[in-house]
């Protein structure tokens, strides 16, 4: 693992619209063209109390519990994983599905498993989110991605509440 640290800030420009342009698509009720890798979290702002929406990769679903698995990228101080902690109980949509979930930060151990899984099913995925990250999550063994949790790579578990 490289030990240059996850992005440091959250990205603007044209990169920050690139980013959101999810968001439309699911205002403009076409979410399931993204099909089941992307989430939207509808989430109360911590200091605001007002809606916001963010969509971010799913990067693991347990089918049986219908629990979603998402990774800050931003790491602990994105203000959408701040929000989840701050108010764990959201709504999300998944495609054309909506939930009502519990947002739980997994152990760095659960979280190693999911992103072990994570390199298996979607290694281009993984190669693409290396570079943009700054580690190695395409080929990072389990000690490498246990310590990037640590730092500053949360694993957050989206759990079902039905």
Known sequence: MTSKPLVAEPPKGLL???????????????????????????HIGRKSGQPRQTVVEVVGHDPASDTYYIVSG???????????????????????????????TLSPDDGVKILLDY?????LAAKELSRVLGINLAEGTAAELRAAIEKSLPVVALVNLI
């Not at 101080?77 to 959201?90: D, F």
């Not at 390199?119 to 290694?123: C, F, G, V």
Request: hydrophobic share 40%; net charge positive; glycine share 12%.
């Open 16 to 42: 920050r619209f690139g980013l959101r342009l999810p968001i439309i698509l699911y205002r403009l009720h076409l979410g399931w063209l993204l099909g089941g890798r992307f989430v939207l979290l509808n």
């Open 74 to 104: 931003w790491g602990y101080k994105a203000q959408w994983y701040q929000n989840l902690m701050g108010t764990p109980e959201i709504t999300i949509q998944v495609g054309s599905r909506r939930l009502d979930v519990k947002a739980e």
């Open 119 to 123: 390199q298996q099913k979607h290694p």
